[in-house]
């Protein structure tokens, strides 16, 4: 089993910054992609982002060119950098991870006001 531990989330104002973490059990190297996923109060489960094993990205449209994710293989560990922050992207966000099977962070609260 893997277990996907995120840090990060919190309470920022609209225009500001906040970084998300995800640390898996597993080396991040062994895992097809990783990425995150957000869902707001009364909305369904959206894709935010992620990053494949090659190292190659991809975005929703609602976050590109503000929010970045990467990658640190001496840490083990994958983050969203979020800047510019809207009111609407306030939500719960889910680290996410691909193998042969998927699995799930606990999921990170993030509030931004406006």
């Known amino acids: 089993q893997v277990r996907l531990v995120e840090s990060g989330g919190g309470l920022a104002q609209a225009g500001g910054s906040l970084r998300l973490s995800c640390a898996p059990s597993?080396?991040?190297?062994?895992?097809?992609?990783l990425g995150w996923y957000r869902q707001a109060p009364g909305k369904q489960l959206e894709f935010v982002a992620h990053i494949s094993s090659s190292g190659t990205t991809d975005y929703a449209d609602s976050v590109k060119g503000r929010f970045t994710i990467s990658r640190d293989t001496t840490k083990n560990t994958v983050y969203l950098e979020m800047n510019s922050l809207k009111p609407e992207d306030t939500a719960v966000y889910y680290c996410?991870?691909?193998?042969?099977?998927?699995?799930w962070g606990q999921g990170t609260q993030v509030t931004v006001s406006s």
């Open positions: 996410n991870a691909l193998q042969i099977a998927e699995y």
């Open positions: 597993r080396s991040i190297l062994s895992f097809v992609r």
